[in-house]
């Protein structure tokens, strides 16, 4: 059996960095970790052969050699993956489907003859025992939670890593907390499951050995979900596994309380860790309640991102607007926390309402529901009726993307941001390609880009007041360049 895993192509959004990593000659971020881990589970004689269509096209060729195609994806890829198994079909693939696009919606993929759901490490074996006599079932779907110290080291042999700019692994699955409008604790559970420290470390070890050194995301719903797991075996293990590999640094997602713990951030940079994402939300006290976001009401949040960034992490926040207690202030009071924070990387979306989540299923009794959810939570777009009027929505929406991300307050926002930053000794670390991104920036954000006098003051700072974060700021005025070039199509 020769199996295609297809991972689908994502829009040019937000995430996927598409503008920022032409300039470093790379074409995606990260490889699918999901069906990299379910390419590990499938039986050792099978063929295999990962297609990232962010990366690479979908042959004829790959088509002929193969059986069968697994396709995996998120909301955000579903026309790609309707194109995908469409062509597959035609083929004469047996399609299988799993992961979160699928589990989350399945009535718009009539075409797929197998629908593995929820969590892999459960529902896999049991397609494949059925599909190896000749009883597979249509739908493979639980609602129990995988033990994921059982879960196989991902086949990262299949992976050109050249094409990526970071690797990712998982530590950890499910978040203790319980938003509204978030699919997670829905799709992974309320409890934090963890791996054990020596297969983490097996899975680094790999990535190590096959020639990766630079930076990993460890893709967890909540890395601080297990504080004590996290202080007394991982990251005391991560700091001494890095004694000799000081380029495999950290991305990773954190709940604002990561502030409330100096111990917790100094081992987390010890251990590699340069930057976080945030679900900020909103600075709108009743808005926060009203979407369960009691974590973050009775704080000074922008104190809180100061002392996270103070102690070496850079904070990547997410904001939304559309909730029922907003009022036009809202957007301001959104633009306001923004730059007093120095959150460089801020993703603000319009609240949409994802299947399966309580926000879902209120507004679905309310009859607020209109339309199917895009999965792009920075198009512009949202499938709820607003209490707000739906026009002062959508203005307001567009006043915080197209201010925040003008050349004058994106660089002024790295300013502020530098001025707060630990800059580690051994955290910058330079290649070729990073070396000529820095010329290419030059062409493209100092000659030809409308911002170029604000990319010129924003070095000219850097060289006099924060050397060493030089490559930094490079770094983050060509994430704004993205933002702005991703923006701009849907303004």
């Given at each position: ?320 607007v559309g909730f029922d207690h907003d009022t036009p202030a809202t957007f301001q009071r959104v633009i306001d926390f923004i730059q007093e924070s120095g959150i460089v990387t801020a993703m603000v979306g319009l609240l949409q309402a ?42 307001g929406y567009r006043r915080i993307v197209q201010t925040i991300y003008t050349p004058r307050m994106h660089y002024r926002r ?78």
């Amino acid at each position: 059996m020769n199996v295609l895993l297809i991972y689908p192509r994502f829009p040019d959004t937000f995430w996927s960095f598409q503008h920022a990593l032409r300039f470093i000659r790379k074409r995606a971020f990260s490889p699918p970790l999901g069906l990299l881990t379910v390419a590990a589970m499938l039986p050792a004689e099978w063929g295999k052969r990962l297609v990232d269509t962010n990366v690479s096209a979908l042959t004829r060729s790959d088509m002929e050699w193969a059986d069968c195609a697994f396709i995996s994806g998120m909301t955000i890829q579903r026309e790609s993956a309707r194109r995908i198994i469409a062509r597959c079909k035609k083929a004469g693939l047996l399609v299988v489907a799993g992961g979160p696009m699928f589990t989350i919606e399945r009535d718009p993929f009539a075409e797929v003859d197998h629908f593995v759901l929820n969590e892999g490490e459960l529902t896999l074996p049991l397609f494949l025992a059925d599909l190896a006599q000749g009883r597979a079932r249509r739908i493979y779907s639980t609602t129990e939670f995988a033990d994921i110290r059982q879960s196989p080291a991902p086949l990262w042999d299949l992976v050109d890593m050249r094409q990526y700019s970071s690797m990712i692994v998982q530590f950890s699955r499910g978040c203790p907390y319980n938003c509204e409008f978030c699919s997670v604790t829905e799709l992974f559970g309320h409890r934090t499951r963890v791996k054990a420290v020596d297969q983490i470390i097996g899975e680094l070890d790999k990535l190590h050995e096959l020639g990766w050194h630079g930076p990993i995301f460890s893709g967890d719903d909540n890395l601080i979900g297990n504080k004590r797991y996290l202080k007394d075996e991982l990251l005391p293990a991560l700091i001494e596994w890095r004694k000799d590999k000081a380029g495999m640094q950290f991305a990773t997602e954190v709940s604002i309380n990561l502030a409330d713990d100096e111990e917790l951030m100094r081992k987390m940079v010890q251990a590699g860790f340069t930057t976080v994402f945030v679900g900020i939300e909103t600075p709108d006290e009743a808005s926060l309640a009203e979407c369960g976001k009691s974590l973050n009401t009775n704080r000074d949040m922008i104190a809180d991102v100061k002392r996270i960034q103070r102690a070496g992490l850079q904070v990547q926040g997410g904001f939304i607007v559309g909730f029922d207690h907003d009022t036009p202030a809202t957007f301001q009071r959104v633009i306001d926390f923004i730059q007093e924070s120095g959150i460089v990387t801020a993703m603000v979306g319009l609240l949409q309402a994802i299947p399966g989540t309580k926000l879902y299923e209120r507004l679905r009794r309310e009859r607020r529901l209109r339309s199917q959810v895009s999965g792009d939570n920075v198009d512009g777009t949202t499938n709820i009726v607003p209490r707000m009027d739906a026009e002062t929505l959508q203005a307001g929406y567009r006043r915080i993307v197209q201010t925040i991300y003008t050349p004058r307050m994106h660089y002024r926002r790295i300013r502020t941001f530098l001025r707060q930053y630990e800059l580690r000794r051994n955290r910058i670390h330079l290649d070729l390609q990073h070396i000529l991104a820095f010329f290419r920036s030059v062409y493209r954000l100092g000659v030809l880009d409308r911002g170029r006098l604000e990319y010129w003051k924003l070095l000219a700072w850097a060289v006099l007041r924060r050397p060493r974060a030089f490559p930094l700021a490079v770094t983050l005025a060509i994430y704004g360049y993205h933002f702005r070039r991703s923006f701009a199509q849907h303004s």
